[in-house]
């Protein structure tokens, strides 16, 4: 089955066509740019707007780069790919390019916008631990080996400027319930 076309925007690049759209995130007040590839192997999705020091781009699809399909979303770090709020084809095209060229430095990131090994691997072991460190960690809790991307990386989220911490993109906890659960 195909990618849904009707009132989307449509881009071929090297003889593959894209659908892409932009739809306001169903959890959050978020704009979500979203870039479909017919087959539906490629599916990426960008949040616009989002601050400098914590933008990634979410793949939702099993190709990506030259990274292996894994079947669960992953974040990675990335460029700026709108004006002011605004996505053009062009900016979407970058977007497109930048995913699909092996040359392209990749920067995993967990939920909390910190950088974790690529393909979620322990360096030194191997170990899967995706999922499996706390935002504070430098270390695996499995095997203990330091991992060198988190090494210096404060201990605790980014406030949201109202004196709660930033969670997420879309969500504040206030600091009091951040310090009961995991201080």
Known sequence: MGVLTKRRNKLSIEERSYVWYVKEDDDSDACI???ISDDKRFNVQYALRQPDDRRFITVVGT????????????RFRC???????????????????????????????DNWGNPIP????????GRDIRGMLGFHATASCYCDHEIAERVGLPCRPPEDGMGRLQMDNQTAVDRSDWSLQHD
């Open 33 to 35: 740019l979203h870039v």
């Open 118 to 125: 690529l393909r979620g691997r322990c360096e030194s072991c």
């Open 63 to 74: 190709e990506f780069n030259a990274i292996p399909a894994s079947g669960v979303w992953r």
């Open 79 to 109: 460029p700026k790919w709108e004006n002011d709020g605004n996505i053009t084809p062009g900016g979407v095209r970058a977007l497109i390019d930048w995913s699909t060229n092996a040359e392209t430095r990749l920067i995993e990131l």
